[in-house]
């Protein structure tokens, strides 16, 4: 059946946005990058290469620029927590018309910086499971065998949300759309604090972190249950978390991680911080976590 050809803004075209950049220009959608200057003139003049044992190796022209210019559907946000503030410039709201903003960030109080500044009922919070790197200006690495979306947005259109998640589906991620956002960013969270917070203080891979540091894993997972439990009044599962972790590749390492050794700005607030500041909302105790963000902080990250 033939899908609705859309205009998709990516902001920040580097692993992720890069992959997906690709993967939806290659079925036949509008693509307009947001970069710099000379990674806009790179994805003009070469596209975006793919090597994917998932998706197959391609290039895919793509349009690409330093700001957006005119209304797309959906703008895609793919840069990191620690240079939003500056990203954004290339998204001026005018521009944005009735486009959905669709944040894949790590963390959980982004989405209420994005409804301060564009239209609240527009904002789509979406988690993005994936390993895929950028290993030059639109030359994009992806390694997992897997790559899967969640969509949300609470007061969002669902058949918006609805044609973004068939067009993701049909370009290639797995991509479902859930109802309750705050559920949905705080099980990427649950996930992810733990696992980054842990991998870069000790600078290990989860294998080792799951094995030598056994003890604080599991009561860091605990206290990101409880946190998550209290926030959304959903369930946690401490032990379903920690399968999980156990299910992962020894190698697995955590972007955060990546950063600290490549030297460069950790997202420590928007997870560690993040889950501080929810916890202490909700009288939660994570005295774990709260000792590895400052130890984090002390080492100069």
């Known amino acids: ?11 920040g075209p580097g692993g992720t946005g890069g992959l997906l950049a690709g993967l939806l220009a290659r079925a036949g959608h509008r693509v307009i990058c947001l970069a710099g200057e ?42 990191k927590h620690t240079s939003l503030d ?10 944005l018309g009735d486009g959905l903003v669709v944040p894949l960030l790590n963390g959980v109080e982004h989405p209420a910086t994005l409804r301060a500044r564009y239209r609240p009922d527009r904002v789509a919070p979406a988690v993005i499971r994936v390993e895929s790197t950028r290993v030059a200006p639109g030359v994009i690495e992806h390694g997992s065998p897997f790559a899967e979306v969640d969509l949300t947005g609470d007061g969002v259109p669902r058949e918006r949300l609805d044609a973004l998640a068939e067009a993701l589906t049909a370009a290639g991620p797995t991509t479902r759309v859930l109802d309750d956002e705050s559920a949905a960013l705080w099980a990427k969270m649950s996930f992810l604090a733990p696992l980054a917070l842990l991998t870069t203080r ?17 009561t860091l997972v605990e206290e990101t249950a409880a946190v998550s439990s209290a926030v959304t009044g959903g369930p946690a599962d401490p032990a379903q978390a920690l399968a999980r972790y156990d299910g992962f590749p020894p ?14 700005p950790l997202e420590l607030d928007a997870i560690g911080g993040a ?27």
Do not use: N, W
């Open 38 to 79: 000379d990674t806009a003139a790179t994805l003009r003049t070469a596209g975006i290469q793919v090597r994917s044992g998932t998706f197959g190796d391609f290039t895919a022209s793509v349009e690409a620029d330093t700001e957006l210019r005119e209304p797309v559907d959906a703008c895609v946000i793919a840069v």
């Open 1 to 11: 059946m033939a899908h609705e050809e859309l205009t998709v803004a990516v902001l």
């Open 275 to 301: 889950l501080l500041r929810a916890a202490e909302r909700h009288g939660v105790k994570t005295p774990v976590a709260a000792r590895l963000v400052r130890e984090l902080g002390d080492a100069g990250h």
């Open 202 to 218: 000790y600078g290990l891979p989860l294998g080792d972190v799951r094995t030598r540091h056994r003890e604080e894993l599991t």
């Open 86 to 95: 500056a990203a954004l410039d290339r998204v001026p709201p005018a521009a």
């Open 251 to 264: 190698q697995t390492r955590s972007s955060m991680q990546r950063d600290a050794e490549a030297s460069r």
